[in-house]
């Protein structure tokens, strides 16, 4: 069975889904094999490669405004991460390294050496881990508008406010949360955002069914979110071992978020950091801000 999910070949976007604009007819999307389970993994075009990690709250269907402009001339790699959007819902295995790994084995399934690498939110976790254990698969990293567990800052963020969602989970929280998703990501659009009109009822309603779906809440919470203690303790570890990332880094906040303090987080992980702010924009840059950030991302991309 897994085999036959892995060889199936999928349209980009799910039909019964489609109020958030699909990916160009170049993408073609399927299912691959990782550690217990599958990876829905959407990739278009030729040329270098670059790999789109999104996190809580959305799907790899964040990055369609950049992938529509990097397909033209570049191999493009959007996967949902573990337990998220329509990937599979193992048990376990949440922990960042472990599906940094699962990367590695997608991007090996490919025969795609190395990546320009791009994140937000939990797919910056999933990103260090990957860059710091694999530094000589990521060229470069963009990175967005959320810290890294166990480095910089991290140890405050856990006492922020805005993050007590970091432990909000267990069966009585997904009974409370089941049929009310989209009640959920209306608290993180609205007060993430500069402005929550940016993120538009399609928007909402569209990821609302995708987190409604069997396991999706479980899996965000018990598995992605409960992680995190073990995500600090790794990427200590990966830094005792290796020391700052060497790539060109650039770090992005939008200005009612992180802002310029992206580019001092980084610096805690890496020497080469450069810093950009997306203005009138709160932590979803992508759907807050998207001309933006596409022009300073693939002005980056483009450098020597």
């Given at each position: 069975m897994i085999g036959l999910m892995a060889a199936m070949t999928?349209?980009?976007?799910?039909?019964?889904?489609?109020?958030?604009?699909?990916?160009p007819s170049s993408f073609h999307a399927q299912q691959m094999v990782v550690s217990d389970g599958t990876q829905y993994?959407?990739?278009?075009?030729?040329g270098p490669?670059?790999?789109?990690?999104?996190?809580?709250?959305?799907?790899?269907?964040?990055?369609?405004?950049l992938a529509k402009v990097l397909v033209k001339d570049h191999t493009v790699i959007v996967p949902d991460l573990r337990g998220?959007?329509?990937?599979?819902?193992?048990?376990?295995?949440?922990?960042?390294?472990?599906?940094?790994?699962?990367?590695?084995?997608?991007?090996d399934q490919l025969k795609?050496?190395?990546?320009?690498?791009?994140?937000?939110?939990?797919?910056?976790?999933?990103?260090?881990?990957?860059?710091?254990?694999?530094?000589?698969?990521v060229t470069k990293w963009i990175v967005m508008d959320a810290p890294l567990p166990g480095l910089g800052t991290w140890d405050k963020q856990l006492v922020n406010p805005k993050t007590w969602h970091f432990n909000f989970r267990g069966p009585d929280v997904e009974r409370l949360v089941a049929g009310r998703e989209r009640i959920l990501l209306d608290r993180f659009y609205?007060?993430?955002?500069?402005?929550?009109?940016?993120?538009d009822e399609q928007t909402r309603n569209h990821y609302a069914a995708l987190y409604a779906r069997k396991g999706a809440i479980h899996d965000a919470?018990?598995?992605?979110?409960?992680?995190?203690?073990?995500?600090?303790?790794?990427?200590?570890?990966?830094?005792?071992?290796?020391?700052?990332?060497?790539?060109?880094?650039?770090?992005?906040?939008?200005?009612?978020?992180?802002?310029?303090?992206?580019?001092d987080e980084l610096g805690f992980a890496a020497t080469n950091v450069q810093g950009a702010v997306i203005t009138?924009?709160?932590?979803?840059?992508?759907?807050?801000?998207?001309?933006?950030?596409?022009?300073?991302?693939?002005?980056?991309?483009?450098?020597?």
């Open positions: 999928l349209p980009a976007m799910s039909p019964a889904l489609a109020e958030v604009k699909p990916f993994v959407r990739i278009g075009g030729k490669a670059v790999l789109l990690l999104h996190g809580f709250g959305d799907t790899g269907d964040m990055w369609e405004p998220m959007g329509l990937s599979s819902h193992p048990s376990a295995g949440y922990e960042k390294v472990n599906q940094a790994r699962d990367l590695v084995g997608i991007l795609i050496q190395s990546v320009v690498l791009v994140t937000h939110d939990i797919g910056n976790m999933v990103g260090y881990a990957l860059a710091a254990g694999y530094p000589g698969r609205n007060d993430l955002s500069a402005d929550p009109s940016r993120i919470f018990s598995g992605q979110f409960a992680a995190f203690a073990q995500d600090a303790e790794d990427n200590k570890q990966l830094f005792a071992r290796n020391g700052k990332l060497g790539m060109p880094v650039l770090a992005i906040g939008g200005d009612h978020s992180y802002g310029a303090g992206m580019a009138n924009s709160g932590h979803w840059i992508m759907e807050e801000q998207p001309q933006q950030a596409v022009d300073i991302i693939t002005g980056f991309i483009s450098k020597p």
